[in-house]
């Protein structure tokens, strides 16, 4: 799932994206409230962490921006300030979450994986589908009582399907959903199909049914 990191102090910025990438998140980041609201305008992110003290302005910009854009989008506010005032107006916004600097990256990661099980899961750590059953506290994929072995980008490849259900999906989004800034350096979107060709087989071969389907023309579609 993609994350946006909007925050200007850098070896900050440069240590939550680096523990983010490592537990296994695509990550983007800004260093300035402009740069900020133009990613979030431009870019479907599945959570946003935004600083409050930005060059530019104030982060609740982008909090209020986001909100009427992408309402869908959670946010996470983080700030060395700790200032009532400051955390009750990020949440009636419409922040999801406010952690005060300094902070351990654990407990950003832990609330990061509440925030988007609310937002597209109803706060459950288990999701089931047709006879898939996925925990998001281990990243373990049950089918008929067996693990299923998926490669990171097929795990959350099915995590993106499992919170869109029963909607079209471009290659463009899962693209953009996987892999980041990192599209841009691609010639063609074609690797798309081989993971999904991979994600459907190893479904297939595992629980006897075929989730995914081609929308010609469109994309994809997961359905139980």
């Known amino acids: 799932m993609k994350i946006l990191i909007v925050e200007d102090e850098q070896a900050l910025r440069e240590s939550i994206v680096t523990y983010l990438q490592q537990v296994g998140y695509v990550c983007e980041s800004a260093d300035a409230l402009g740069t900020g609201i133009r990613k979030a305008a431009d870019f479907s992110y599945a959570c946003l962490i935004v600083d409050l003290t930005l060059p530019g302005g104030n982060g609740l910009e982008i909090v ?4 009427e854009n992408n309402p869908d989008t959670g946010i996470i506010i983080i700030s060395a300030k700790n200032a009532l005032d400051d955390k009750l107006t990020g949440l009636e916004m419409g922040a999801d979450d406010y952690l ?3 902070f351990h990256l654990a407990e950003l990661n ?3 994986r509440s925030v988007i ?3 597209n899961f109803s706060g459950h750590n288990t999701i089931k589908a047709g006879k898939i059953e996925v925990n998001t506290n281990s990243a373990e994929v049950i089918v008929k ?16 399907f499992l919170a869109n259900r029963n909607r079209v999906l471009t290659k463009d989004a899962i693209a953009e959903h996987l892999w980041g800034d990192h599209m841009d350096g691609f010639d063609s979107l074609d690797f798309i199909y081989t993971h ?3 994600l459907r087989r190893k479904l297939l071969d595992s629980c006897g049914e075929d989730y995914i389907q081609t929308v010609y023309g469109l994309g994809y579609k997961f359905s139980t």
Do not use: C, S, V
Request: net charge positive.
């Open 110 to 112: 832990a609330r990061l």
């Open 145 to 160: 009582d067996e693990k299923l072995l998926l490669t990171k980008k097929e795990y959350y490849l099915l995590l993106y």
């Open 196 to 198: 999904i060709k991979n």
């Open 117 to 119: 099980r609310r937002r």
């Open 100 to 102: 005060t600097k300094p």
């Open 64 to 67: 209020k921006t986001l909100k």
